[in-house]
């Protein structure tokens, strides 16, 4: 069966680093996301990409965090600068479309930030 | 605002009947989602509504009132398996943008 995936499934860096955080989407699939959850906390919304471009971003989205699809089936989030606060589980997902669609989600990548 | 509520936490018998409800107030609306999140691991689909009434998948069922703001997710014939969260999500009217409630930790019993 088809999966999302994402590597690594931990990265430890320091406060002001640079992250990629890389996801593999389903192959026949068009729409991809990034979602993050804080430990104990809700999944939130970071941002939908369809047609090599963003659809929509969350406020949580800021200058700080870039996406990117580089070739034809890799799907990354960048972080900038990354602060304390950026430690979280984040999760890749994707759809084969938007809306009714279900989204599958990877197995997320733990980011701790020192 | 943007806000969803769920109870945060439910206990029920192995074999027995829960439901979890979900109600949302959106700027939009355009589907309600439920997923399982077992601890540590990634969510699963496990139904979709978007329209009024009941979808049945199985031993899960979800049902929908868009005037009421109001869905719930039906789990019978609990197995040990279903301990896990479950969350509601909306996807908000005409973006692509979803919004997901805190989660109901469900713990089953034997």
């Known amino acids: 069966e088809p999966e999302v995936t994402q590597t690594p499934s931990h990265q430890v860096t320091q406060m002001g680093q640079e992250v990629i955080l890389r996801c593999v989407p389903i192959?026949?699939?068009?729409?991809f996301y990034w979602y993050r959850q804080i430990l104990g906390q809700k999944v939130e919304f970071l941002v939908s990409?369809?047609?090599?471009?963003?659809?929509?971003k969350s406020e949580i989205f800021d200058d700080q965090f870039s996406v990117e699809r580089p070739d034809g089936s890799n799907f990354t989030l960048k972080i900038r600068s990354t602060k304390l606060e950026d430690s979280a589980m984040y999760f890749c997902?994707?759809?084969?479309?938007?809306?009714?669609?279900?989204?599958?989600f990877g197995p997320g990548t733990r980011l701790t930030v020192t | 605002g943007q806000n969803i509520d769920q109870p945060t936490e439910m206990t029920a018998t192995e074999g027995a009947i829960v439901q979890i409800n979900c109600t949302y107030q959106?700027?939009?609306?355009?589907?309600l989602f439920w997923y399982q999140q077992h601890a540590g691991e990634a969510p699963t689909f496990l139904s979709y509504?978007?329209?009024?009434g009941l979808e049945e998948k199985g031993r899960f069922s979800s049902f929908l009132s868009r005037s009421k703001g109001y869905s719930y997710l039906l789990l019978k014939e609990l197995q040990m398996k279903d301990s896990a969260s479950y969350l509601c999500?909306?996807?908000?009217?005409?973006?692509?943008?979803?919004?997901f409630g805190t989660g109901t930790r469900l713990k089953v019993l034997a």
């Open positions: 192959s026949n699939h068009l729409y």
């Open positions: 959106t700027s939009g609306f355009n589907g």
């Open positions: 990409f369809y047609n090599n471009e963003i659809s929509e």
């Open positions: 509504n978007v329209l009024d």
């Open positions: 997902a994707s759809s084969e479309l938007a809306g009714v669609y279900e989204q599958y």
């Open positions: 999500a909306v996807r908000d009217g005409g973006t692509y943008k979803y919004i």
